[in-house]
């Protein structure tokens, strides 16, 4: 969930122009992160370096070599909490429907950019991107509390299970339960406190995920 540094989203632009990674970058600079890449390869790059932690891909269909198709469905692969966008000319539409089906684009753009439509689209993916990493962080207290759980009744249920055992044993023993009374008494209290514990947790469990509320 590598999506952005201090609270700041992390956003590249893929352009192999170098004027529109240069206005790209004085356009958003002041609410993002920008990072830019003149092609697919020195993209993959910065996508790698877990220093990056891209959140959001901005990249332009046609370049030299790879393209930006090529690029996003790599990402929607190895990357797939990354939000993707592509940048393209009106007579590539036909070609970008593999795209689209295939990568998962967030978002197809025309050229020339219109970047108070970029920044519109920027925002939406900000917050989507910001609900997945609620809702991320959300699954993984969970899990952890739900592996605490675990280890916590696993000792008790052990212990409940084992004085269970004991407790048949001695009754279907030789001169039945009237000599074993106090051994009796103690096993099942034991068995009592340790029940208790265990319905304390759960009890516990179900205030806290009730009290996180539901995922978003």
Not at 15 to 39: G, I
Not at 80 to 107: C, K, Q, S, W
Not at 165 to 182: D, F, H, I, N, V
Request: aromatic share 6%.
């Amino acid at each position: 969930m590598l999506t952005s540094t201090q609270g700041v989203i992390v956003v590249l632009y893929v352009d192999d122009e170098d004027m529109a990674r240069k206005y790209f970058e004085r356009t958003f600079a002041a609410t993002y992160k920008v990072l830019t890449a003149p092609d697919v390869d020195s993209a993959w790059r910065i996508l790698e370096d877990p220093r990056a932690q891209v959140g959001i891909v901005v990249s332009d269909y046609r370049m030299p070599g790879r393209s930006g198709g090529e690029l996003l469905r790599r990402i929607a692969e190895e990357f797939p909490h990354v939000i993707r966008m592509l940048v393209t000319a009106y007579a590539d539409r036909e070609v970008l429907l593999d795209t689209v089906n295939t990568g998962e684009v967030f978002r197809i753009l025309e050229k020339p950019l219109n970047y108070q439509e970029l920044g519109s689209a920027l925002r939406l993916a900000s917050d989507l991107l910001k609900m997945r990493n609620a809702r991320t962080l959300r699954l993984q207290a969970i899990d952890e509390t739900l592996s605490f759980l675990a280890h916590e009744l696993n000792t008790p249920l052990a212990a409940i299970l084992n004085f269970a055992r004991g407790l048949q044993e001695r009754l279907e023993a030789p001169g039945g339960p009237a000599s074993q009374t106090g051994e009796l008494l103690k096993a099942s209290k034991s068995i009592g406190d340790n029940a208790g514990y265990c319905l304390t947790l759960l009890a516990c469990v179900r205030e806290n995920v009730a009290k996180a509320g539901p995922l978003p």
